[in-house]
C-alpha cells in the first residue's frame, strides 16, 4: 500500500497550451503560506502539442519543490490530474486549475475543514473572480437530469458566502481531496474527459459515506480564459449532454434510476429539438404533400442540437464499462438518494429558457412522478427544554430528532425556553409562552407536528390544529410524579400526579402517532390507549399489531465514537489523578436515584482500593428553573459523614456541555447509574446508560428496569439488586480491577452499542414522516361518522415539560438570594433582556398573587 505523508499537500495542476497561465499559477503556489517541506507542486503537461513542455522546463529550474509530468496525449482533465494524484506523495491532493492563482491562506484554510471530521475526504475551496470581487463558486447544485451549475455565480462576494457547510461537491478549480481516499474510489472518471467530473466525484464520496465541506477561508482567484469556445460551442453541449447521464447512470439507486433515467433521456431529445429551431412535426405523414423533394433534401441543423444525439449513442456505447463501475458504486454506498438529495440544491432548475422545451420538461416531470422530489414535507419538533451548548435529555432528543428528519424534509425546531444555540441542518426558532398568534404561524407552515413534554396544554392553537400530530411519550412523566411529589406533601403531590395524567390523557387522544421508548413502555402505553378508546376496530383494523399507531424509538446515541479533546477529570479535578480508577455519574441527581447505596458501596471498595474515585458529573441543571431535589443535599451529607468529599467522591457543579461530555466519559474506567425499586423505575429508560454504552465503559447498574436485565443479558456489566452495599461495592471491585472481565464487558458494550444509534433508534419515526397518516379513528371521527370524546374538565397543573422541571410550580416558594442571581444570569445569558423582563414580569405577577393577561 503506498505511503502517504501526513501533512503534506501535493498541488496539481494541468496545462494544456497555457504555460504562461501555469507558470503565474505556479508562482502563486509557491508563496502560499505553508511549510516549504510540507508542500510539492506536480504540473502535468497534458499532451499541448505546442512548445509548453520545454517553456514549463525551462521557467521550473527557479522554482522549488516543482515537478514535471508529461503525457504524450491529450488526457483531458480528468486523466490528467488522476496521472498527477499516481505521482503525488502527500496526505492530501489539490487540485488547481492552471487560470487560477490561490491567496496565501488557501492551504491552511481548506485543511482546516479537514480537522471537522475524519469522515471528510474532500473540501472546495472559495473561488472568485481574478479579481476577487463577484463569486465564481461557493456551493453547487444538481438537476434531476444530472446537470450541475454552481451556485450565485457572478454575484458580488459577501458575508453570506463565508459560512463552512457540507455540499455535494467542490469545483474541480480549486478542490482538496484525501489521496487515500481519492485512489480508494478510483479517482476521477476518465471517461467523462472533462465537465462534471467534480459533481461526480463529489457524489460518489457521499454515497460512499465520506462528507465533502466548503471552506470559505481557502480561497482561489479564476481568470476564466473561456478556451472551450475555440473547439466550439457544441463539443461543450456534447460533453455535458453525455456526462450527466454518465452520473445518473452510475450514481442513482435502482429505483431512482427506473425514473430518472428514462425521463432525462426524453428530456435530452426536447432539448435537441429545441435548439435545432426545426419544426418536430415536419415528418408527420399527414403533413405530406406528394412533392418527392421534401424527403431527399437534407435539413440543416445546429451542431449543438445534434451535440445531444450524438452523446445519447455514446452513453449507449460506454454502457458495459459503466455497468461494472455502477455495481461496485452500488454495493459500497452507505446512503440513500433521499439522504443525498438535500445536497442536490434546486433540482429543478431547466438550466435552457425555451417554451418549447419548458413545455416538454413539465409533461415529463409530471408523467415520470419526477415532481414528488419537490413535496420536502414540513416537520416542526417542538420542545419545552432550552436549546444551547448545556442541554437536558429533552432537549438533546429533540435536537437528534430535528437532525435525522432533516434528510428528507424540512424542519424547524421551536422551543418557549432559551434558544441560544443553531444549526446548518434545520431551522431553530422561540416561541413566547402562552403566544397563540406567534405559535399559529409554525403551526400554519408545518405539515406534521412532533412535540414532547406539555405543548398541547400551552397552546391551544396545537391542541386545536388539524395537521397531523406525533406524540413524542418516551417519559412516563406522570410515573415520575410519584417520586418527585412525595416531598411536597400530600395535596401538592396528589396535585402533581394528577396535572401529568391530564397532560398525558389529552396527548393520548388527540396524536396520530406516538413514540416510546422501549417494548415495557409500549405495552404501558398500550394499556393507557385502550382505556381512552384509542386501541378500536379502526385503529386495529389498519394495523393487528398497532405499530401504525405506537412505535419505539428509544434514546439514542452518535454512531461516530467520541473523540478525546481535552483533559477533564484527571489531573484537572484536585485530588483525581491519572492512575486512578473512574467511577462516573453521568448526568444529574433526581430523588428516583439511589445514590446513598452507591455512596456507601464506594467507602466499601476505598477500604481495599483506595485509588477510586466516584464522579458525579453533574448536579445544577442547565436551567436554574429546575431546583435542586432533596436527594442532593443528602447525597452530600453521606460524603461528608463518611469522609469521602474530596477523597473517594467528587461533584461537578455545572452542567457538562453536550459537546464537552465525551471528555469526562473517556477519563472514566466505569459508568454507574443506582436506582430504587419501583414502578417508574419499571418503565424507565436511563439515557446515561447510553452515554456509557457510547463512550464503551462498562457498566454497573441497579436490576429490574429494561437497561438492568440489558446489561445483565450482554454481559455489558454487572447489575445488583437495590440497597445492596455489598453486591454494589462487589461488582464495582469487579469492572474496574478485573482485567480479563473489564475487556469482555467492553466487547459486548462494542457490540450492542449499534442497536442504539440515532439512525436506528429514530427510524420509525423517519418512516412514518416520509408517509405521515391521520390516525384511522380521528379519520373516521374528523369525516363527522363519530363525536369527538369529551375532554378531562381538570385543568393541567403542571408547567415545564422537562422530567425534572416538574417540580418548579410546587417549589415556587422555594427561593433564595443565590437561585435568584443565578435565574438573572441564566434569562441574560440564554434571551437577553426580554427573557429576564418576560420571566421577572411573571415571577412579580406569581408572588403578588395576580393574573397574567395574554
Known amino acids: 500500500m503506498q505511503e502517504y505523508k501526513p501533512g503534506f499537500v501535493s498541488v496539481i495542476v494541468v496545462n494544456f497550451r497555457g504555460a504562461a497561465d501555469t507558470l503565474e499559477c505556479v508562482r502563486a503556489v509557491v508563496d502560499v503560506d505553508w511549510p516549504e517541506d510540507k508542500i510539492e507542486i506536480l504540473v502535468v503537461e497534458n499532451g ?44 492530501f491532493l489539490a487540485f488547481l486549475n492552471n487560470d487560477a492563482k490561490p491567496d496565501a491562506g488557501w492551504v491552511r484554510g481548506a485543511l482546516k475543514q479537514f480537522e ?33 451549475y454552481k451556485d450565485h455565480v457572478t454575484e458580488p462576494d459577501g458575508d453570506q458566502f463565508n459560512r463552512p457547510r457540507d455540499i455535494l461537491f467542490g469545483t474541480g478549480s480549486a478542490l482538496f481531496v484525501r489521496a487515500e481516499v481519492f ?97 418536430a412535426e415536419s415528418f408527420d405523414i399527414r403533413r405530406f404533400s406528394g412533392a418527392p423533394d421534401e424527403f431527399d433534401q437534407k435539413i440543416s441543423v ?79 419538533v417542538i420542545t419545552g427544554d432550552a436549546l444551547g451548548q448545556k442541554m437536558a435529555g429533552p432537549a438533546m432528543r429533540a435536537w437528534k430528532i430535528s437532525e435525522a428528519l432533516s434528510v428528507e424534509n424540512d424542519v424547524r425546531l421551536l422551543t418557549w425556553n432559551a434558544a441560544s444555540r443553531t444549526s446548518d441542518l434545520f431551522e431553530v426558532s422561540r416561541v413566547r409562552l402562552g403566544n397563540e398568534r406567534e405559535m399559529k404561524v409554525h403551526e400554519q407552515w408545518a405539515d406534521v407536528i412532533v412535540f414532547q413534554g406539555h405543548a398541547l396544554h400551552h397552546f391551544k392553537t396545537l391542541l386545536d390544529s388539524d395537521k397531523i400530530i406525533v406524540a413524542d411519550l418516551y417519559d412516563p412523566m406522570h410515573l415520575e410524579q410519584l417520586e418527585q411529589g412525595r416531598e411536597f406533601g400530600t395535596d401538592t403531590w396528589v396535585s402533581q400526579v394528577r396535572g401529568a395524567n391530564d397532560v398525558l390523557n389529552q396527548q393520548l387522544e388527540r396524536a396520530d402517532f406516538f413514540l416510546c421508548a422501549s417494548d415495557r413502555q409500549r405495552m404501558f402505553w398500550l394499556g393507557q390507549l385502550t382505556a381512552l378508546g384509542r386501541v378500536n376496530p379502526h385503529t386495529y383494523a389498519a394495523d393487528e399489531n398497532l405499530e401504525g399507531l405506537i412505535a419505539i424509538a428509544p434514546f439514542g446515541m452518535d454512531a461516530k465514537s467520541p473523540v478525546h479533546t481535552r483533559s477533564a477529570i484527571r489531573g484537572i479535578v484536585p485530588g483525581i489523578g491519572d492512575d486512578d480508577k473512574v467511577v462516573i455519574w453521568g448526568g444529574g441527581i433526581y430523588n428516583w ?88 423505575t419499571t418503565f424507565s429508560f436511563r439515557t446515561r446508560i447510553l452515554d456509557y454504552m457510547w463512550a464503551e465503559l462498562p457498566i454497573v447498574t441497579t436490576n429490574g428496569d429494561g437497561f438492568g436485565d440489558l446489561v445483565e443479558r450482554t454481559g455489558m456489566g454487572i447489575s445488583v439488586p437495590e440497597r445492596n452495599v455489598t453486591a454494589l461495592a462487589d461488582a464495582l471491585t469487579k469492572v474496574l480491577y478485573d482485567d480479563d472481565f473489564r475487556q469482555t464487558a467492553h466487547d459486548a458494550v462494542v457490540e450492542v452499542r449499534r442497536q442504539f444509534t440515532w439512525t436506528e433508534a ?93
Open 48 to 91: 499541448s502539442g505546442d512548445d509548453s513542455e520545454s517553456l514549463l522546463r525551462a521557467a521550473m529550474i527557479d522554482l522549488p519543490n516543482v515537478r514535471l509530468i508529461v503525457s504524450e496525449e491529450n488526457l483531458g482533465f480528468t486523466g490528467g490530474s488522476n496521472l498527477g494524484a499516481r505521482h503525488a506523495g502527500g496526505e
Open 116 to 148: 471537522v471530521s475524519p469522515q471528510v475526504a474532500a473540501v472546495g475551496s472559495k473561488v472568485l473572480d481574478w479579481e476577487g470581487l463577484n463569486v465564481d463558486f461557493v456551493g453547487g447544485s444538481v438537476t434531476w437530469f444530472g446537470m450541475g
Open 183 to 279: 485512489k480508494s474510489v478510483g479517482g476521477f472518471d476518465e471517461r467523462m474527459f472533462m465537465f462534471y467530473d467534480d459533481v461526480d466525484l463529489g457524489w460518489r464520496l457521499n454515497l460512499l459515506g465520506y462528507r465533502v465541506r466548503y471552506a470559505p477561508d481557502s480561497k482561489v482567484f479564476h481568470k476564466h480564459h473561456g478556451s472551450m469556445k475555440s473547439f466550439g460551442q457544441y463539443r461543450e453541449m456534447y460533453l455535458l449532454e453525455r456526462n450527466a447521464l454518465f452520473m445518473l447512470y452510475k450514481n442513482l439507486s435502482t429505483e431512482s434510476l427506473a425514473s430518472f433515467l428514462p425521463a432525462a433521456l426524453l428530456l435530452a431529445a426536447r432539448r435537441s429539438v429545441s435548439k435545432s429551431g426545426l419544426d
Open 302 to 380: 445546429d451542431k449543438e442540437a445534434i451535440a445531444g444525439l450524438f452523446a445519447l449513442d455514446q452513453f449507449v456505447a460506454a454502457l458495459p464499462g459503466l455497468d461494472v463501475d455502477r455495481l461496485k458504486i452500488q454495493t459500497r454506498r452507505t446512503k440513500t438518494d433521499a439522504e443525498l438529495f438535500r445536497l442536490f440544491g434546486d433540482m429543478f432548475v431547466p438550466l435552457f429558457d425555451s417554451p418549447y422545451f419548458a413545455d416538454g420538461l413539465e409533461r415529463i416531470v409530471s408523467a415520470f412522478n419526477i415532481d414528488s422530489l419537490k413535496q420536502r414535507r414540513r416537520v416542526l
Open 593 to 680: 436515584f439511589d445514590t446513598l447505596t452507591l455512596i456507601r458501596a464506594i467507602a466499601e471498595v476505598a477500604k481495599t482500593h483506595p485509588d477510586v474515585r466516584l464522579f458525579f458529573l453533574g448536579v445544577a441543571h442547565p436551567n436554574p428553573d429546575v431546583p435542586e431535589m432533596e436527594i442532593v443535599s443528602k447525597t452530600r451529607d453521606l460524603v461528608d459523614q463518611l469522609g469521602l468529599t474530596g477523597k473517594n467522591v467528587f461533584f461537578n457543579e455545572q452542567w457538562v456541555a453536550l459537546d464537552d461530555r465525551q471528555n469526562y466519559l473517556l477519563e472514566a474506567d466505569a459508568g454507574v447509574s443506582t436506582h430504587y425499586a419501583h414502578i417508574e
Open 762 to 854: 429514530l427510524r420509525p419515526l423517519i418512516e412514518f414522516c416520509r408517509d405521515p397518516q391521520i390516525a384511522p379513528d380521528r379519520a373516521i371521527r374528523l369525516a363527522g361518522h363519530q363525536p369527538t370524546r369529551s375532554r378531562s374538565s381538570r385543568k393541567p397543573s403542571l408547567l415545564n415539560s422537562t422530567p425534572e422541571a416538574r417540580l418548579h410550580e410546587a417549589a415556587a416558594s422555594v427561593t433564595g438570594l443565590a437561585r435568584e442571581v443565578a435565574l438573572i444570569r441564566h434569562y441574560v445569558t440564554e434571551g437577553g433582556v426580554t427573557m429576564l423582563a418576560h420571566k421577572a414580569g411573571g415571577r412579580v405577577i406569581s408572588v403578588l398573587g395576580g393574573k397574567a393577561t395574554k
